[in-house]
Nanobody
Framework: QLQLVESGGGLVQPGGSLRLSCAAS????????IGWFRQAPGKEREGVSC????????NYADSVKGRFTISRDNAKNTVYLQMNSLLPEDTAVYYC?????????????????????WGQGAQVTVSS
């Protein structure tokens, strides 16, 4: 089956770190730009970061710049989001998603409507 599966979420104290993984099964991520989005209770889903097909372009929301790092290992069919210096405001369900429309451009945008394949989400809770 064609699936994206997030893992690595959990409960962490402020200032802590987590690394989320997004693994594909049934298809190759090397043809997709990948985005990370998050949704907190009562709020709209927002873009966190994205990475282009070959990793030449990365983008981050202002709220996470300097703290989060996106990377990909196409040989392992996996994309990662390293999250450091976590804040309570980072608490949300985090989703990875795949965007085929940027296959040739090697760019990415954090626009929800561009992404056709979505994972089930991973809960990240930052609390003391």
């Amino acid at each position: 089956q064609l699936q994206l599966v997030e893992s690595g979420g959990g409960l962490v104290q402020p200032g802590g770190s987590l690394r989320l993984s997004c693994a594909a099964s049934g298809f190759s991520l090397d043809r997709y730009a990948i985005g990370w989005f998050r949704q907190a209770p009562g709020k709209e889903r927002e873009g966190v970061s994205c990475i282009s097909v070959r990793g030449r372009t990365t983008n981050y929301a202002d709220s996470v710049k300097g703290r989060f790092t996106i990377s990909r290992d196409n040989a392992k069919n996996t994309v990662y989001l390293q999250m450091n210096s976590l804040l309570p405001e980072d608490t949300a369900v985090y989703y990875c998603a795949a965007d085929y429309s940027h296959y040739y451009s090697d760019g990415c945008r954090m626009v929800r409507g561009l992404y056709e394949r979505w994972g089930q989400g991973a809960q990240v809770t930052v609390s003391s």
